[in-house]
Each structure stands twice: as C-alpha cells, then as structure tokens.
C-alpha cells in the first residue's frame, strides 16, 4: 500500500513517540461528553484569567477527533468534532500537562530531545488524531465558545491525512467507497445515516404497535424463489450443492404462517443479480410482512396508516418533497392519504389499446406484435416472455404518468405466480404496488394458498426457466410440501426500504442512503 510523504512522516512520528514509551492506540476511554451536550450546558463558563490561575482543578473530561490546528507562538487553537457537533480548542504554552496513559508530565524526551506538553502537541500530533482532554470552557474574544486544555493524551493516531484539507468531499466515488472518509466531511451525509436508523426503528415500532412478532429466514436457500429476479448462485462446499442468495424470503416467512405465526415481519437484506443504476442495487434492504386472515385490500388500509405514523413520528421527514423521476425531472409529491388507486390491466389498455389480461402464458409472439403495432418499444423484446413482456410495456406507458403515491392494482395472472387469483375475474392477481413519481417502493398481494395451483405456476415457471429466462420463479418443493398441510389465507406486503428512504430525502441515488455501497473493485 503506497503512503504519501506525509503518512510516511506521520509513521516516524508514532515510531518515536513508542520509543518515548508513549501509548498512541489507547484500548479505551470512559469519559465521554457529547460536543452537543457541551453546548447546551454553558453553566460552567468562567474567564479566561480564572482558568489560567486555577487550571489543575478541572475535572471536565472527554476525547474527540482533531480536525484542524494553527499554533501561534505560545498559543494554539484547533477543531474537535465528535458525532454530534464541532467545538473550538485552545492550548496555551506553560498551562496544560501531557499524559501518556502511565504518567503525567510537563515535559518528555523525544528523539533524544526535551519536549514540553506545547512542543509535543505542536509536533508529535496531526490533523485526525484522536485525543483526550481535561478542560474547562470560556469564550474568547470573538465570543466562540471555546474548550480550554489542561491536560491532554494521545487516543489513536492516524496514519493517512485528511483528503482536501479544509473542504468537502465531492467527489462521488470516494464519497461511496470511503463513506467513512464523506461522513466526516459532509455533515448532511451523517445526518442522513443518523436518520435512515431512526427511520427503521420507526418502522419496527409500528410494527409491534400492531402485533408483529419479528422473525428471521435463512438467506441460503434451495431454490431462487420468492420473485422474479435473477439470483445469486454459490456453492456449498460441505454438501457439494448448488445454493441460491434469498431473492426474497417469502416462501419462508410463508412456511412460518403454516407453523402458527399469524402477523410475522422480517427486516430482510435481498439480493438480485440484475443491472445497476440509481433505482437498483444487487444487495438491498427490505421489509416484508405477513397476516393471516387479511387480504391486499386490508394491506392498502395498513400501508396509509405506515406513512401517518412515519411521518408523525418522524417530523424531520416532510409529506410534501421534491422527487426526480428516471429522466432527471423534479416534481412536487404529496404523501397526504388516502392515495389514488389505479387499476392496471384499464390504465395499461388506456393508454395503448391493449388488453395485457388477454395473453396467456405462451403467447408472446402475438404480444410482441401486438406492443410493436402500438407503436411502442423497448430493449431485448424478442428474448421477453409474456409476464416479462407485460411487465415493460407496463413501464412504458403507464408508470411514468404517476407521480404522487398510487396503488397499482389488478395484475394480470400471467405476472404473479405466488398472488391469489381473484374470485371475480381468474385473469387477475390480487396484488397492488405502490409507485411514487415513477419509482416502485412496495409490493403486495393476498397470497396463493393453493398448493395445486401453486404446483401448476411452478411448472409454467419452470418452463420459462428452460427457454431462458433468467428472471423466471424457480421451483421449491419444500415450499409446495408446507402448503399441502395447509396454508391460512393471508395477505403479504415488501417494501425496498433503500428507495422509499431515498425519495423521503430527496435523494438521487440508492447508493446515497446507504452505508457502505457495493462497488467494483479499483481494477476494474
């Protein structure tokens, strides 16, 4: 690993300090106290001469990383930030005491020389270190609130210096890469972090609100099913198989319901070997529930009362935000319910005259020509079966003219092997999706139950698989065995928590609210 001129400086700078049997990778700290907190509690504020005549009585302790330093003469000033704000910090020469975690000293030989607390914290600590303080406040004459240093040690030294000194990051990919380095500099992208925790602990306390009892489902599994996605394939070495990345865990969380669970929900990772843009990742987080008993128009009702309490609970978030849509373009949306609903099979023939319920599951050449008499057209066509087919001619003509919070209901049955046909009409699915400004965030159906019929979807699926298409459900026998010993009627509900949390920040990218996003390695 290639080292800079000045990490290579900062090394020797380590190297001599341990020669001075100084500790500069402490194994731990307990006197911590928030910058914010500092803040707030400005009782303790005394003068500046006070503090001088009176330094050895302080007793406020706490540690923070060192953001900038500027000495001048006998008399240096820096920034301490923590995870909450950043404060001043001033060392005078003559006035403060240097620990190295086994004494405390006035002065230390280093590189054979005498250095005193001001010399070393002039010349043995850098920009990014972490250090610990015992201080006391006051303000100076430029009424910052300041912390005067009494005493101080060294924490953690730090190798690498700080990139662009004294300006954002911006570029993006350190900003995904190093989120580490994007957090520290860019306070809107903690915050943002910060705010996604709060946002899933929001989510799970709805959920216990309501009765949900939380469980987990292996994220290996038999068969890539659950949706219609391509997977992730691994192989398990101990048992010389062949194993699948859960696309989803529905069939799982399914599997429960037949053991007793009636409300289950899981807060899931997935991952789906498809394309990458701002909309997708291959690895992302999710929420999927089950109820017994209810079906997807009760899931429509629980979906409304989810976004009042987010947004009652969550003031930070706003109901009214700009979203763009896949071309860039910025459009008022309003979370405000109840939501329009929007029945797909009549919109989808509104707008280009065709019936999508009418097609069976083979007939995609009379589809094909059909989209292409309508003047309408998308990439790799001819390779699509028929729920594939229906599925972007869908994304063409109906899905970019939604804009504020919409259910989607009424599939055709081709596009949901897993969904309840309807009772009324065999060609539909009873399953919605909720879409805002062009980006899909939830999924939901009542719930085949049915294991003949489930069998018979499988084998279509099966099929599909052999003429591949790669985003076909696989087959799961041990699936179909659990609903043979009877499955309640139930309703399911997945949501992409990556995507809702974007637009409710007005964020771009899915990679912008998350933590460490997935990137290729620098090779490539």
């Known amino acids: 690993m290639d080292f800079s001129l000045e990490s290579l400086d900062r090394i020797e700078k380590i190297k001599k300090l341990k020669e001075a049997w100084v500790i500069v990778y402490a194994n731990n700290y307990n006197w911590k106290i928030d910058i914010s907190d500092i803040i707030k509690n400005t009782d303790n504020i005394k003068e500046v001469e006070t503090i001088q005549k009176n330094w050895a009585e302080s007793k406020f302790k706490t540690a923070w990383r060192l ?29 403060f005491k240097f620990n190295t975690w086994k004494e405390i000293v006035d002065s230390l030989i280093i590189d054979w020389q005498e250095r005193n607390s001001y010399k070393i914290i002039e010349k043995f600590v850098n920009v990014w270190d972490y250090i610990w303080v015992i201080w006391e406040l ?9 912390i005067f240093v009494n005493e101080f040690q060294i924490l953690s030294k730090a190798i690498r210096p700080l990139p662009e000194k004294f300006h954002w990051i911006t570029d993006i990919e350190i900003m995904y890469r190093q989120r580490y380095l994007d957090m520290i500099m860019n306070n809107d992208t903690y915050e943002r972090m910060k705010l996604r925790s709060k946002f899933i602990k929001t989510l799970r306390d709805f959920y216990d609100k309501n009765g949900f009892i939380e469980i987990e ?7 890539a099913s659950g949706a219609a996605a391509a997977p992730f394939i691994t192989h398990h070495n101990d048992f010389d198989e062949e194993f699948y990345l859960r696309i989803s865990p529905e069939t799982s969380l ?24 701002p909309s997708h990742m291959q690895e992302f987080s999710a929420i999927e529930h089950y109820c017994v008993w209810r079906n997807y128009e009760n899931n429509m009702k629980f979906t409304e009362e989810m976004f009042d309490f987010i947004f009652k609970n969550i003031p930070e978030l706003k109901k009214e935000i700009i979203v763009k849509d896949k071309n860039w373009k910025e459009k008022l949306v309003n979370f405000q319910t109840p939501w329009e609903r929007i029945d797909y099979i009549s919109w989808v023939k509104n707008a280009c005259w065709i019936d999508v319920s009418k097609y069976k599951i083979w007939d995609e050449k009379k589809l094909i020509e059909d989209i292409k008499n309508a003047w309408v057209s998308f990439e790799w066509m001819e390779k699509m079966w028929v729920p594939t087919l229906i599925d972007y001619l869908y994304k063409k003509v109906l899905r970019p003219s939604i804009v504020w919070p919409a259910f989607v209901y009424n599939y055709p049955k081709t596009m949901q092997p897993l969904a309840r046909q309807s009772d009324k009409d065999s060609s539909i699915v009873e399953q919605f999706q909720v879409v805002v400004n062009w980006w899909e965030i939830i999924k939901a159906y009542s719930e085949l139950v049915d294991p003949q019929l489930q069998r018979a979807n499988f084998e279509e699926q099966a099929l599909a698989i052999e003429r591949w298409d790669e985003e076909a459900t696989s087959w799961d026998d041990d699936f179909v065995l659990a609903m043979e010993y009877w499955m309640p009627p139930q309703s399911g509900w997945g949501m992409w928590i990556e995507r809702v949390f974007s637009i409710l920040t007005s964020q771009e990218n899915l990679r912008d609210v998350t933590l460490f996003p997935l990137m290729k390695t620098k090779k490539n």
């Open 67 to 95: 953001m900038s330093f500027k000495s001048h003469w006998k008399l240096a000033f820096g920034k301490i930030m923590d995870n909450s704000w950043v404060i001043q910090i001033c060392f005078m020469k003559d006035k």
């Open 254 to 277: 399914k599997k429960a319901t037949v053991g007793r669970f009636e409300k289950i929900v899981e807060f899931t990772r997935n991952f789906r070997n498809e394309w990458s843009d």
């Open 217 to 223: 489902t292996p994220v290996l599994w038999n068969a």
């Open 138 to 146: 006051f303000y100076t004459r430029h009424k910052e609130l300041t």
